[in-house]
């Protein structure tokens, strides 16, 4: 494939990476002090603003798998994946009024830290090394591997392993510098991922506009989508009956229609906000109010995600459906389709802006592997004695093995995440954790009985029934319909449970399970926190934030229910 950038598209980005970098170093070099101090290094304490936090939110979350996982979801299925995006929204309401407060008030730094004050260090281990695993074999390695396959595609496709390394690279030179360097410049890699988004979306609606005849609408280019292909238009997708084509069960496979918001959804987005050291680490060294307001900006933020990250997937469709794209590998070709008809000029800005969410996520990711390795692994069990300076080098040493690790695994794409499906690759095997992680976090929160042996029975309940749902064992046991599930063909000759429906199910038979253990111990238990309704008061500030969001998502669902 020919590199068919320009100038203008090389200046672009030239100014993009200027930019983050010598801002980068700016609030490095006016916090060198502080940088070697564990709490500043890893968490920025006291030092990020809400507007500051809400950003970093935002642009750590935002990355490959959402530019190119999700627009292939949006090629695939259609809006229904915007599920992800809205129902976050409403997670974070839930995180700031309720979660947030009780990680402050205990001083909560790290997840697994708050595993070992409510329950044992043995959980607290088992957790820290499951959430190792997951951030570099899942998160890091797809992210990295994602971004650099679409970067490649614009670029002309035969760089990957360059763009790979130098997409590394950029955010190994941010993570170095602390939370706080990573914090104040998520506040530009935002800026430019939703600029750089909104103006491709703008003009791959402008290109169906086009190509129908329409002029140069951006409007008229939506409403001819929703005309051509109204079945991308729909949150909630139908079941599929027995006179139903495959495509159409492989899609409610996927996004498994009104049944997934009463199983999986809420869980992925629970787990994935409130638990989760790389999201809540950005919360946990600001003050109540601060953290409270910046997670709301973000839940705001992430109801215009969908126009960033699934539009174009489904402007994808619409030209591909009508003969105006070229054939496609895979759908997570479908947003490098739309940028390769950008105008010479403008790639730029969308490869600033992929750039942009890639580095804030693997930065992000990256920081929160070397806090959990540093300070509830290497400090506790291989030398109490470290020092402050001493710590942020082995967060320092971390990061680097983290991001080599990452590049090894990705550069054959070891991990077959191409094959998968990047967004699809993430949810399903970050779901194979999230039941008893999400069961061992809400019940240690709000039930005082919950016992240390019912947090370790959670963890590998969780796990075995997320892999006996997942992997036709249950199919095979109990047959393809029962009360519990419906099963569908998977066009190979077996059949599949949606993956939302299996972790749903995971977590409700986790849940039993723990409830059951820990009606055997005390009526409370001596490590349970302590709670009180001062904790959860909201100022009227926050109240108005949550009502806006509440009333945009209703008519968001009530238009395209």
């Given at each position: 494939?020919?590199?068919?950038?320009?100038?203008?598209?090389?200046?672009?980005?030239?100014?993009y990476?200027?930019?983050?970098?010598?801002?980068?170093?700016?609030?490095?070099?006016?916090?060198?002090?502080?940088?070697?101090?564990?709490?500043?290094?890893?968490?920025?304490?006291?030092?990020?603003?809400?507007?500051?936090?809400?950003?970093?939110?935002?642009?750590?979350?935002?990355?490959?798998?959402?530019?190119?996982?999700?627009?292939?979801e949006?090629?695939?299925?259609?809006?229904?994946?915007?599920?992800?995006?809205?129902?976050?929204?409403?997670?974070?309401?839930?995180i700031?009024?309720?979660?947030?407060?009780?990680y402050?008030?205990?001083?909560?730094?790290?997840?697994p830290?708050?595993?070992?004050?409510?329950?044992?260090?043995t959980?607290?281990?088992?957790?820290?090394?499951?959430?190792?695993?997951?951030?570099?074999?899942?998160n890091?390695?797809?992210?990295?591997y994602?971004?650099?396959?679409?970067?490649?595609?614009?670029?002309?496709?035969?760089?990957?392993?360059?763009?790979?390394?130098?997409?590394?690279?950029?955010?190994?030179?941010?993570?170095l510098g602390?939370?706080?360097?990573?914090?104040?410049?998520?506040?530009?890699?935002v800026a430019?991922?939703?600029?750089?988004?909104?103006?491709?979306?703008?003009?791959?609606?402008?290109?169906?506009?086009?190509?129908?005849?329409?002029?140069?609408?951006?409007?008229?280019?939506?409403?001819?989508?929703?005309?051509?292909?109204?079945?991308?238009?729909?949150?909630?997708?139908?079941?599929?009956?027995?006179?139903?084509?495959?495509?159409?069960?492989?899609?409610?496979?996927?996004?498994?229609?009104?049944?997934?918001?009463?199983?999986?959804?809420?869980?992925?987005?629970?787990?994935?906000?409130?638990?989760?050291?790389?999201?809540?680490?950005?919360?946990l060294g600001?003050?109540?109010?601060?953290?409270?307001?910046?997670?709301?900006?973000?839940?705001?933020?992430?109801?215009?995600?969908?126009?960033?990250v699934?539009?174009?997937?489904?402007?994808?469709?619409?030209?591909?459906?009508?003969?105006?794209?070229?054939?496609?590998?895979?759908?997570?070709?479908?947003?490098?389709a739309?940028?390769g008809?950008?105008?010479?000029?403008?790639?730029?800005?969308?490869?600033?802006?992929?750039?942009?969410?890639?580095?804030?996520?693997?930065?992000?990711?990256?920081?929160?592997?070397?806090?959990?390795?540093?300070?509830?692994?290497?400090q506790?069990?291989?030398?109490?004695?470290?020092?402050?300076?001493?710590?942020?080098?082995?967060?320092?040493?971390?990061?680097?093995a983290?991001?080599?690790?990452?590049?090894?695994?990705?550069?054959?794409d070891?991990?077959?995440?191409?094959?998968?499906?990047?967004?699809?690759?993430?949810?399903?095997?970050?779901?194979?954790?999230?039941?008893?992680?999400?069961?061992?976090?809400?019940?240690?929160?709000?039930?005082?009985?919950?016992?240390?042996?019912?947090?370790?029975?959670?963890?590998?309940?969780?796990?075995?029934?997320?892999?006996f749902?997942?992997?036709?064992?249950?199919?095979?046991?109990?047959?393809?319909?029962?009360?519990?599930?419906?099963?569908?063909?998977?066009?190979?000759?077996?059949?599949?449970?949606?993956?939302?429906?299996?972790?749903?199910?995971?977590?409700?038979?986790?849940?039993?399970?723990?409830?059951?253990?820990?009606?055997?111990?005390?009526?409370?238990?001596?490590?349970?926190f302590?709670?009180?309704?001062?904790?959860?008061?909201?100022?009227?500030?926050?109240i108005?934030?949550?009502?806006?969001?509440?009333?945009?998502?209703?008519?968001?669902?009530?238009?395209?229910?």
């Amino acid at each position: 494939m020919k590199n068919n950038l320009v100038f203008y598209d090389y200046l672009v980005f030239a100014i993009y990476f200027v930019i983050v970098a010598g801002f980068g170093y700016y609030i490095y070099r006016k916090k060198k002090k502080a940088s070697m101090d564990t709490k500043d290094f890893f968490l920025a304490e006291g030092s990020l603003t809400w507007w500051a936090i809400g950003a970093s939110l935002i642009a750590s979350n935002i990355s490959a798998e959402q530019f190119i996982g999700m627009s292939g979801e949006g090629f695939f299925v259609g809006m229904a994946v915007a599920a992800y995006e809205w129902i976050a929204a409403l997670a974070l309401i839930i995180i700031a009024v309720w979660f947030i407060p009780v990680y402050l008030k205990n001083k909560v730094y790290t997840m697994p830290q708050f595993l070992k004050m409510r329950y044992n260090e043995t959980v607290a281990l088992i957790m820290a090394i499951f959430w190792l695993f997951l951030y570099v074999f899942v998160n890091l390695t797809s992210i990295l591997y994602l971004g650099a396959v679409a970067i490649n595609g614009l670029v002309g496709g035969e760089s990957l392993h360059m763009i790979m390394l130098l997409l590394a690279l950029f955010a190994l030179i941010i993570t170095l510098g602390g939370m706080k360097v990573i914090g104040y410049t998520d506040v530009i890699q935002v800026a430019v991922l939703i600029i750089g988004g909104l103006a491709t979306t703008y003009l791959a609606l402008t290109m169906v506009s086009e190509k129908f005849g329409l002029g140069s609408d951006a409007l008229a280019g939506f409403n001819a989508m929703m005309k051509d292909a109204p079945e991308h238009f729909k949150m909630i997708l139908p079941k599929p009956t027995a006179a139903s084509s495959q495509l159409e069960i492989d899609r409610y496979v996927v996004l498994p229609g009104i049944a997934m918001y009463f199983a999986g959804q809420w869980i992925v987005n629970l787990n994935y906000w409130g638990c989760n050291q790389y999201i809540t680490q950005r919360a946990l060294g600001a003050n109540l109010q601060t953290a409270r307001t910046g997670i709301l900006f973000a839940g705001f933020l992430k109801l215009m995600m969908p126009v960033i990250v699934m539009l174009p997937g489904i402007a994808a469709y619409v030209l591909y459906k009508n003969g105006h794209l070229p054939e496609l590998s895979s759908k997570d070709g479908a947003y490098s389709a739309i940028l390769g008809f950008l105008p010479s000029g403008l790639k730029g800005l969308s490869i600033a802006a992929l750039t942009a969410a890639i580095v804030a996520s693997l930065a992000g990711k990256a920081n929160s592997i070397s806090t959990i390795f540093t300070l509830d692994i290497y400090q506790k069990y291989f030398n109490k004695a470290a020092g402050e300076k001493q710590l942020v080098w082995v967060g320092r040493a971390t990061i680097f093995a983290a991001m080599l690790i990452a590049v090894i695994f990705t550069w054959e794409d070891l991990l077959g995440i191409g094959g998968e499906g990047g967004f699809t690759f993430i949810q399903k095997y970050t779901g194979f954790i999230s039941p008893g992680v999400f069961a061992m976090f809400i019940l240690g929160m709000f039930w005082k009985r919950t016992t240390g042996a019912a947090a370790i029975a959670g963890v590998i309940t969780g796990f075995v029934l997320s892999v006996f749902f997942n992997n036709s064992f249950a199919v095979s046991l109990f047959g393809t319909e029962t009360w519990l599930y419906t099963a569908y063909p998977d066009g190979k000759g077996g059949y599949v449970i949606p993956f939302l429906i299996c972790m749903g199910l995971s977590f409700l038979f986790t849940m039993i399970v723990m409830v059951v253990m820990s009606l055997a111990g005390p009526k409370v238990n001596p490590k349970a926190f302590a709670l009180d309704k001062e904790m959860f008061k909201l100022k009227p500030s926050t109240i108005v934030m949550i009502i806006f969001t509440i009333l945009i998502l209703t008519a968001l669902y009530a238009k395209f229910w």
